[in-house]
């Protein structure tokens, strides 16, 4: 852009030379080169510091890689690619044999867990009846071996110690059977108390387990987190998909903002605020110019961020990482959106200060893009 001011400068010159016919001499010549070096170089001060410009600056979007929460083979996958997608069409699908086994399975197991807990039931009420039974029968013994004491304290014991013996004994052997039954149904009624939620263990267990289980299978069916597109399908029926975050299949491209993200250089930020105005060319539109909005500076420089290693970590001075990102967005324009995401441009951000100047950069930006016809690099 300061050659494109240098060459404008030497145009107007030259032009002045020949309207005016002004003699080229030893004065003449060195008054307009010192000339121009004073006021091309006062100009351009004033307009890069007041008015920063980048080319390194490119339409952004967040990608969003896909990857299967479950583990299988690809048995389907969309064929819309590179087109606007609505949020939950499918992505692509994996084999649901293995799953749907699971879920069958698991639905089975609780259908006959259910029973199982009507069966307890049904042997509680017949412990508690069978306790009722044998405490009677305990109770009978009892009061009979009562009877066989109380005679043999009589002055003429009508019974022998055999008889008091026996029922001493049946008395016993009954006692033990009540304890037995209290017992059978203690641990019949301890199964049906342990409880989770208001249900029954084992039956929470296997709704949990299925509930996970359902839940895998409905994740074979990998569908759009939102509406946009996916670029680049490599994957095929047949392709094995793992459940590893560090491998994803496909990239998916939400729909959002259309914004730029500049790099400009450091002392650039004396004068880069957000809300500033700002103006964007693109190298594929020759000859137009977007109006935008600086909307914020990134905090941080991407060549100074660091990760703790095992090792010692030394300065990140490689070329180009050293830039203050800032953020542009651009007002809605159909030709914008249909541009290719992640393509280059230029920008310009046009500060409050000395806002006279700004009109040689709006100037110099339009005739950047317009030289986009001619196929130049920068």
Do not use: C
């Amino acid at each position: 852009m300061d050659l494109l001011i240098i060459l404008t400068y030497v145009a107007i010159a030259w032009s002045v030379f020949k309207i005016f016919k002004i003699p080229v001499n030893k004065w003449t010549v060195p008054t307009a080169a010192l000339g121009g070096v004073f006021l091309i170089g006062a100009l351009i001060l004033l307009m890069n510091y007041n008015h920063p410009y980048t080319y390194h600056a490119q339409k952004a979007v967040v990608s969003i890689p896909i990857t299967p929460q479950v583990t299988g083979v690809v048995s389907k996958v969309t064929a819309n690619q590179n087109r606007l997608i609505k949020k939950g069409e499918v992505l692509f699908e994996l084999d649901q044999t293995r799953y749907k086994a699971r879920v069958d399975r698991l639905n089975a197991d609780l259908i006959t867990a259910v029973h199982n807990i009507r069966a307890l039931k049904a042997q509680l009420d017949e412990a508690i009846a069978n306790t009722s039974r044998v405490t009677a029968e305990r109770d009978r013994l009892y009061k009979d071996y009562q009877r066989y004491l109380r005679g043999s304290r009589a002055k003429v014991n009508p019974f022998s110690e055999s008889d008091i013996d026996n029922a001493r004994q049946n008395y016993l052997a009954q006692d033990a059977v009540v304890k037995g039954s209290v017992a059978e149904q203690s641990q019949i009624q301890s199964q049906l108390e342990s409880m989770v939620n208001g249900e029954q263990s084992q039956i929470a267990s296997l709704r949990a387990q299925l509930a996970e289980a359902s839940y895998n299978l409905a994740q074979t069916v990998v569908r759009a987190p939102s509406n946009g597109y996916v670029t680049q399908v490599l994957i095929r029926p047949g392709t094995y998909a793992a459940a590893l975050p560090l491998r994803p299949v496909m990239v998916f491209i939400p729909e959002q903002k259309r914004q730029i993200i500049a790099q400009f250089r450091q002392n650039s930020l004396l004068r880069l605020e957000a809300g500033d105005e700002a103006e964007v060319v693109f190298n594929a539109l020759p000859g137009q110019v977007f109006a935008g909005k600086l909307v914020e500076v990134l905090p941080v420089v991407p060549g100074g961020a660091y990760q703790a290693q095992g090792t010692l970590q030394s300065l990140t001075l490689q070329p180009g990482s050293d830039g203050v990102l800032a953020v542009i967005e651009l007002a809605p324009n159909a030709d914008i959106d249909a541009l290719p995401d992640g393509i280059f441009a230029q920008v310009a951000v046009y500060s409050q200060h000395f806002s006279h100047v700004s009109v040689m950069r709006k100037v110099l930006l339009r005739m950047t893009s317009w030289m986009h016809y001619l196929y130049l690099d920068h």
